[in-house]
Structures are given as structure tokens and as C-alpha cells.
């Protein structure tokens, strides 16, 4: 579990340049992965954990059909949905949010789960970086959680970098205004990139088409 990331706490981060290419990037001493049941998720860098994850996200979310967007159903409950890819999309957005909450709670000691805290913040920093808007989003809502917020003696082990960036992140994913500083990033990347391609915070949107169709 964690104890991988406890115990490799103290050492020297490699360098992990985003260029989306390349072979993964292994754990020092490995040349692959053994069975999943020899599988530590906490030996993985932030970087490559989000790439191969976004991978998946991605390939999930072209699954959902454009005119799953246009139904007048997505202020119901996730089980009366139809589509049954849109409803697999929102089931790993749960599954890894809850992930997060748990895995910081994993934590024995106020310090341990601090140094969690700090690694699940770099990996949704990791997250923003490859335009992964709803993994991005997961995890800051399971960094959220009462169970999480209320440990007082964590949060002040944060480190200074770590809340300033985790700060960033939740402003850029805030849902005010129709989540605006978000949409304004979307747009201004787009334009910035012919080739730029995201997973997006599908709530955002399914909320916008839920407010229009109301107004119409």
C-alpha cells in the first residue's frame, strides 16, 4: 500500500519530463510489472500514474456517443441513466475519489498522511498538466471531504508549496460562474494548440446543457 511511498519518502525525485512519448517510466530496478497482485500503485511516479490513467480516462470518454449530451436526463440519479458509458465515466470519477479519501486516511500518523496529502496534490497537478480535467477534479473532491479537511494537525505539516498549488487547482476547477476560469482555460489551450485534445470535468458541462435546457 502507502508504505512504498513512505519508505521512498526521502529520496531524490527523478526527472519526469511531459513529452507524452516514450516507454513507461519504471520504478528504479524493475524492467516491468509482475501480476496484479505484486502491483504497488505507490511505486509509480506522480507523472507517469496520471499519463497511463488519462489514457484510460480518455479512451472512456470518446466512448460516450455526442448525442448522449443532448438528453434531458443528466439532472437524474447516475442509476436512472441510459448509457451505460456515461455511466461508466461517472462510476471511476467516484471510484477515484473515494480512492484519495482513503488513501490519506491510510495514514497511521498526522506525518504520514501529510506526505500522502502532498503526493495525491503533485499527482493532480500532474492531472492539470495533461489536461485530464476530470481526474483533476476527483481528486481535489476527494482531498475535500470532511474526513480529510478536519485532520487539523496534516494540514499543518503541509508544505508551502504543495497548498499553494493545491490552492491554484481548486480555483481553476471552482464551480462558480458556470465553472468560468475553467471554460476560459479550455479555450484559451485550444487555441494555443491545433493538436490539443483533454479529458474534460463532464459535470461542468452536463450542468451548463442542464441550466440551458431549462431556460429554453
Known amino acids: 500500500g502507502t508504505d512504498a511511498l513512505l519508505d521512498n519518502d526521502d529520496e531524490e525525485e527523478q526527472e519526469d519530463p511531459i513529452d507524452g512519448g516514450g516507454k513507461p517510466m519504471m520504478p528504479e530496478g524493475k524492467t516491468s510489472f509482475g501480476s496484479p497482485e505484486s502491483f504497488d500503485i505507490w511505486s509509480i511516479e506522480p507523472f507517469e500514474l496520471a499519463r497511463q ?7 472512456l470518454f470518446l466512448a460516450i456517443s455526442p448525442g448522449v449530451f443532448m438528453s434531458l436526463q443528466h439532472d437524474k440519479p447516475r442509476h436512472t441513466l441510459t448509457c451505460t458509458s456515461l ?13 484519495v479519501t482513503a488513501s490519506v486516511l491510510t ?11 502532498e503526493h495525491l496534490v ?5 492531472y492539470e498538466e495533461l489536461h485530464n480535467f476530470s481526474a483533476l ?10 474526513s480529510i479537511t478536519r485532520l487539523k494537525e496534516t494540514m ?3 508544505g ?12 481553476l476547477m471552482a464551480g462558480d460562474k458556470n465553472y468560468f476560469r475553467y471554460r476560459s482555460q479550455l479555450m484559451r489551450r485550444s487555441h494555443d494548440s491545433l493538436n490539443f485534445a483533454c479529458v474534460p470535468h463532464i459535470g461542468a458541462h452536463l450542468s451548463l446543457i442542464t441550466s440551458i435546457d431549462e431556460s429554453n
Open 107 to 117: 495514514g497511521r500518523t498526522p506525518e504520514n498522511r501529510a506526505i500522502i496529502y
Open 160 to 171: 508551502a508549496t504543495a497548498k499553494k498549488r493545491l490552492e491554484e487547482l481548486k480555483s
Open 87 to 99: 455511466r461508466r465515466f461517472i462510476d471511476r470519477f467516484n471510484a477515484m475519489s473515494v480512492w
Open 137 to 146: 477534479t476527483a481528486v481535489l473532491t476527494g482531498l475535500q471531504q470532511g
Open 53 to 59: 490513467s488519462t489514457l484510460v480516462d480518455h479512451a
Open 156 to 158: 499543518a505539516l503541509l
Open 122 to 126: 503533485e499527482l493532480a497537478s500532474r
